[in-house]
């Protein structure tokens, strides 16, 4: 007979499908959320991305997990107030203590019945401990083709992202 504790224990190391930390977060856009002309605000849109990525990072690492990067963003149609911002989050791809995540962002109004494409987002978030050091996270697994695509993208992102900070770094000197 098997002790409860042994058949209860998840190995926290063994890799995951990106399913298992898939996360959808839906606000309403209030006045608070918007400029003086209605429309979202680009800093809380930024913020609601970094929230909906944290969320797939812990999921994910099940660990803490801090932002250390968000990639390029373009605001590709306008959010009114009364608008329903629905933000999807998935792990693109794990390195040895980082991950990218990928937030896509639609609107939704219920008044003209449509549904646009937003924005999408790259963050890269790492994982640590309670003492903010890094931890290892689990592979990842994709298993769709859409997932397979995000996985090899993300590694071509990371060695941009790497000779950028080189270059950066070269010219800073």
């Given at each position: 007979?098997?002790?409860?504790?042994?058949?209860?224990?998840?190995?926290?190391?063994?890799?995951?499908?990106?399913?298992?930390?898939?996360?959808?977060?839906?606000?309403?856009?209030?006045?608070?959320?918007?400029?003086?002309?209605?429309?979202?605000?680009?800093?809380?849109?930024?913020?609601?991305?970094?929230?909906?990525?944290?969320?797939?990072?812990?999921?994910?690492?099940?660990?803490?997990?801090?932002t250390a990067?968000?990639?390029?963003?373009?605001?590709?149609?306008?959010?009114?107030?009364?608008?329903?911002?629905?933000?999807?989050?998935?792990?693109n791809?794990?390195?040895?203590?980082?991950?990218?995540?990928?937030?896509?962002?639609?609107?939704?109004?219920?008044?003209h019945?449509?549904?646009?494409?937003?924005?999408?987002?790259?963050?890269t978030?790492?994982?640590?401990?309670?003492?903010?050091?890094?931890?290892?996270?689990?592979?990842?697994i994709?298993?769709?083709?859409?997932?397979?695509?995000?996985y090899?993208?993300?590694?071509?992102?990371?060695?941009?992202?790497?000779?950028?900070?080189?270059?950066?770094?070269?010219?800073s000197?």
């Amino acid at each position: 007979m098997t002790d409860a504790s042994e058949t209860d224990h998840h190995d926290l190391t063994l890799p995951r499908p990106v399913r298992d930390s898939q996360s959808e977060m839906t606000e309403i856009v209030l006045p608070n959320d918007a400029n003086p002309l209605g429309s979202l605000l680009g800093g809380r849109l930024m913020h609601w991305i970094d929230v909906a990525g944290a969320m797939a990072a812990h999921r994910h690492s099940r660990s803490y997990a801090l932002t250390a990067s968000i990639d390029h963003m373009d605001f590709l149609v306008p959010v009114q107030v009364g608008d329903i911002v629905i933000l999807r989050s998935s792990v693109n791809r794990v390195f040895r203590t980082s991950m990218e995540i990928g937030v896509k962002v639609w609107v939704e109004s219920y008044i003209h019945d449509t549904c646009q494409h937003v924005s999408s987002a790259y963050l890269t978030f790492v994982a640590v401990d309670r003492e903010k050091h890094r931890v290892p996270v689990p592979a990842v697994i994709p298993e769709t083709d859409a997932e397979k695509r995000r996985y090899e993208d993300a590694g071509r992102r990371r060695e941009i992202r790497r000779s950028e900070a080189e270059r950066r770094r070269r010219h800073s000197v």
